[in-house]
Nanobody, 124 residues
């Protein structure tokens, strides 16, 4: 079992930055693909970015291109999402997820473990 706890969310203004953290316990993350998803009110959960155990990185380009950066520190069992130039449309609950399964890593059903989420609210 892997337990994931997100932190770092909050209320910010458009143009500000936030850094989300996801701390894992129960297993070491070195063999897991880690991802961030987000879910806005009334919308489906949306892929943001993943960082595979083999070092591959992918972003959901259109919404976050050039503004968000995913990173991981396996020694600390932690994954980060640096979010810059935030926009009101980035407002959502952000979830951390982990999977050891092979296959496409940008879809919700690929992930075995989820955190509880952290709220990010961006005011205009």
């Amino acid at each position: 079992q892997v337990q994931l706890v997100e932190s770092g969310g909050g209320l910010v203004q458009a143009g500000d930055s936030l850094r989300l953290s996801c701390a894992a316990s129960g297993r070491t993350l070195s063999r897991y693909t880690m991802a961030w998803f987000r879910q806005a009110p009334g919308k489906e959960r949306e892929f943001v970015a993943y960082f595979s155990w083999s070092g591959g990185i992918r972003y959901n380009s259109d919404p976050v291109k050039g503004r968000f950066t995913i990173s991981r520190e396996d020694a600390k069992n932690t994954v980060y999402l640096q979010m810059d130039s935030l926009k009101p449309e980035d407002t959502a609950v952000y979830y951390c997820a982990a999977t050891s399964r092979p296959g496409p890593a940008q879809i919700v059903k690929a992930y075995e473990y989820w955190g509880q989420g952290t709220q990010v609210t961006v005011s205009a």
